[in-house]
């Protein structure tokens, strides 16, 4: 059977989001030699060539197994004549609430298979049916299947570069999809820090609950303030909360700002204006249309760099780049460095791609 080998100390980092992606085969973790872990890897997980890897191997492992191997093996017997076809392929996983898709068909067995899921996976605190995302605030719509415990509280926490993050899916928008470009953030700030010669002050006012930031903070010497926010008061809440953990010293940070408002309206604050050496703009419908707007939170000296994430038509990648180019320039700035280029596909005709601006401002 196919497995992830990875460093052992990265264990829960690649288990959370190999579950998150409904990568995971439903056995256990195998330990391998040289302090290396084997991690269980559905048919549905991309081929080792793929850039997620991050280049660790994939290896063929016998299975660690301990009882049924899937959740629909402990399904009253009653049910278990029923086609696999009819039950729900994957699910995603944020912190201890496991989130699946119920279609019609199985909404009549959806309680027993909730307390299959429980049974099958300990981890699992909630099982919840996802019916979509709704409102200005992406908010997944989430409706209670089964509890481990009793509890009803979608509130968790993950785990993510070692960090922990709280997070609720029920309040707040949160995707685990983003966690190798936020290790590649991290890369280019230290970059980018080494140019400039200082410590960088960071603006990232679509932060929701923050997971940029655990790494940046941990860096030695990275940063040496951050101006933050979203506009759900949820996420701020979160965000704060989760800060509190991250900043083991907040008198090192100036500024620290935690703002709960329309990024689009922070350029009409003073205290937030001319101060960021570095954006950082995730609102991926949105992004590139956002960015005249943001221009002011940048400090106008030497150099700024901004970084992007965007849904285009993938036959107007030329056009985006060249219009991304003109807002810079419109801003007073020029582009000493422009990245633009596809992380993934989104549709058939649009794909997501990440930006990156080094702005000089002569």
Known sequence: ???????????????????????????????????????????HAPDETDVVWEGHAHLDVEPT?????????????????????????????????????????????????????????PNVRLVCADEGVEGEFRVRQLRLLGSRDGSTSTRTQIKEHGASIWVDPNEVYFSSRLSTQRHQTLETLKAFRQTIGRPLVVADPYAGVGPSLPLLLAADDLLSGF????????????????????????????????????????????????????LLVNLPHDSLEHLPDLFPILRRDGFSLVRGWAIVDRTALAEQRQALEASVEAAGGRCADLVFEEVKGFSSTRCFVVFQVTVAWD
């Open 65 to 121: 197994v301990k009882g049924p191997q899937r959740w629909q093996d402990r399904l009253p017997e009653e049910l278990r004549h029923l086609p696999d076809d009819l039950w729900p392929s994957a699910y995603e996983l944020q912190g201890d609430v496991l989130m699946v898709k119920v279609e019609p068909a199985v909404q009549p067995y959806e309680s027993a298979m909730a307390s299959a899921m429980l049974e099958q996976l």
């Open 227 to 278: 101006l933050v926010g979203d506009l759900n008061p949820k996420a701020v809440d979160l965000l704060a909360e989760n800060l509190r953990g991250w900043v083991r010293a907040p008198s090192r940070f100036s500024p620290s700002s935690v703002v709960c408002n329309d990024a689009l309206a922070w350029k009409d604050e003073a205290e937030l204006c001319g101060q960021a050496d570095v």
């Open 1 to 43: 059977m196919r497995h992830l080998s990875v460093p052992s100390h990265e264990t829960q980092r690649w288990l959370t989001l190999c579950r998150g992606r409904g990568w995971l085969a439903e056995s256990g973790v195998v330990a391998l030699n040289d302090g290396q872990r084997g991690l269980p890897l559905s048919p």
